[in-house]
């Protein structure tokens, strides 16, 4: 049977001329599979936003707890909740200034603490004396986001709860699969989804941490409330939808070249599925599901930390400028999201040494890639990009009009200098969203674009030159 979301994104992706819109409508095709899979409607805003900032809070955070990464299995009293500055509109001025388009906020993370309005358990800000018990963290962020022009999401885990004695997606520590506790843990995750996707508007994305269990694998019933409440968000994920994929490392970086399509079928869509184990930093050109990178890394992690929650005296933790421009290089210069972790502290703010680094890296990319010196767009197997006058470059961006799929498999970009003679002066694979070319700074009166293989004729939607170095 076809849902609602299948039949939407089969619809927009034939108004686009792709004959298979996404990896959702393979149980309606009978598991006969087009070669050229193009992005859902969602998964083209998601892709647009390039960059993201998620911040990690949690109670335990609040309470003092330094256990890394906020893997404590324990819980806590509730009323150690007690962030007084907490300030979601600064949070988001972060992300702004960083050029980040859209953001994330751990709604609940391992402990299972709800930073919402629920009855589900008693373990969440209903418990607090902070704000009167009356306290709703997710609804602040959202609205904050709305306000600044940015894009909301929520992370939510079902791959830990310490109050629910979840560890590793199951009941009992990881024991409980298929017993009445995990049943009851099932129903009360589904509730949990209810709640964060029908109160809080269109979300750019839910953001399950290491995934989320299908019923198949005795976990919850996931998709069918996601796909009632936000139709035009991105899931991520569960092996019979990952809408983007975990790039195999938190290092920021993928490989190149990284293509945004992915082999497999429902029930194989997932980082840890045989078929994308080996290939997650570079994809499959050949793939059939359309399932783009995501490259996550903490801000704090320089010099031997690698950090998501705030621990003290880490201000030499955060990532110097130059190796965050690198990352946005091996990020959104091929092919793929770039999401910066942001840590807040137990008062409730985003530290200020951390809101620095995130300004001084938004100025050096506008900087960089803010205004062009020149820009085109074309069909087709050659496109020329005539400069004013002979001017340096030291980068070219490449988008496909990715609509239409990934089509260009291998290109050279070349300039003609002042005598009126042709060097090549890049050459690649994968250009999909997004390819950034950097190079010595040549001085030129034109630029050529040449396909030299692709699978249908090639779409760019931007030929750009860029100066600044």
């Not at 393979?26 to 960059?51: I, S």
């Not at 902070?130 to 999401?153: H, Q």
């Not at 300039?415 to 950097?438: F, M, T």
Request: with cysteine; net charge neutral.
């Amino acid at each position: 049977m076809i849902t609602r979301r299948q039949f939407l994104h089969a619809g927009s992706s034939l108004l686009a001329g792709a004959a298979w819109p996404s990896a959702l409508t393979r149980a309606a095709q009978g598991g006969d599979l087009p070669r050229r899979p193009v992005p859902t409607p969602a998964q083209l805003a998601w892709q647009e936003c390039e960059v993201g900032v998620i911040y990690h809070f949690d109670l335990p955070t609040a309470a003092g707890d330094r256990t890394g990464n906020n893997a404590v299995r324990r819980t806590f009293d509730p009323n150690l909740y007690q962030p007084r500055q907490l300030d979601t509109d600064q949070w988001i001025e972060a992300a702004k200034a960083c050029g980040a388009r859209y953001a994330l906020f751990t709604a609940t993370h391992f402990n299972g603490f709800l930073q919402w309005q629920s009855d589900l358990y008693p373990y969440g800000l209903k418990q607090t004396s902070w704000r009167g018990g009356k306290g709703d963290v997710v609804a602040d962020f959202v609205a904050s986001c709305r306000r600044a022009g940015i894009k909301p999401g929520l992370y939510f885990s079902t791959h830990r709860n310490v109050y629910q004695q979840v560890w590793g997606y199951y009941a009992d520590w990881g024991k409980g699969r298929g017993t009445p506790a995990q049943a009851a843990y099932n129903r009360i995750a589904e509730k949990q989804l209810e709640e964060l996707c029908s109160r809080y508007g269109p979300l750019v994305q839910i953001w399950f941490d290491a995934g989320t269990k299908t019923p198949a694998e005795g976990g919850p019933d996931m998709l069918p409330i996601f796909d009632r409440h936000q139709p035009n968000s991105v899931f991520y994920h569960c092996r019979d939808r990952s809408e983007h994929r975990w790039i195999g490392n938190e290092k920021g970086y993928a490989n190149y070249p990284c293509w945004a399509t992915m082999p497999g079928q429902v029930g194989e869509l997932s980082h840890n599925a045989p078929a994308w184990k080996n290939i997650l930093g570079t994809g499959d050109p050949d793939g059939t599901v359309w399932s783009p990178g995501m490259v996550d890394v903490p801000l704090r992690g320089a010099n031997k930390v690698h950090s998501w929650f705030w621990a003290p005296d880490q201000e030499h933790a955060v990532e110097p400028l130059d190796r965050l421009v690198q990352m946005y290089l091996d990020s959104v210069g091929r092919n793929c999201n770039f999401i910066l972790g942001e840590v807040v502290t137990p008062d409730g703010l985003v530290p200020e040494h951390d809101l620095r680094r995130l300004a001084e890296f938004g100025r050096e990319i506008r900087r960089r890639w803010g205004r062009p010196v020149a820009e085109t767009s074309g069909h087709g197997a050659v496109v020329e990009l005539t400069l004013p006058a002979a001017t340096r470059v030291s980068s070219v961006v490449l988008q496909e009009d990715i609509a239409l799929g990934e089509r260009v498999r291998r290109y050279v970009v070349s300039g003609r200098r002042p005598d009126g003679e042709w060097a090549e002066i890049a050459r690649g694979q994968s250009i999909g969203h997004k390819r950034l070319e950097v190079f010595a700074p040549l001085e030129v009166t034109a630029l050529r674009f040449s396909a030299n293989q692709s699978t249908a004729e090639p779409r760019l939607r931007q030929f750009a030159a860029y100066a600044g170095t």
